[in-house]
């Protein structure tokens, strides 16, 4: 599993919730990965590849190679 190189996001644990006849009736463990691209992005006037998450990539915080 990739880990974003700027915040390290990777994997969340969380719970799912199977809802039947509107009652909660189990609740199963799940691991969510991270929404992670691998792209060409500038670091220091520097091209190179990196994977990254696209919430740091929709807040600017790495400036994405065109």
């Keep these: ?9 990777d994997l969340n644990n969380a719970r ?3 809802i039947t006849r ?3 009736s189990r609740r199963a463990k799940v691991k969510q990965k991270a929404n992670v691209k691998r792209v060409r992005v ?3 006037g520097v091209p190179q590849r990196m ?3 696209t919430r740091c990539l929709r807040s600017g915080a790495i400036e994405k190679l065109k």
């Excluded at 599993?1 to 996001?9: F, L, P, S």
């Design 51 to 53: 994977n990254v998450c």
């Design 22 to 24: 509107s009652q909660v």
């Design 42 to 44: 500038v670091v220091n």
């Design 16 to 18: 799912k919730i199977s």
């Design 1 to 9: 599993m990739a880990r974003c190189e700027i915040c390290n996001k």
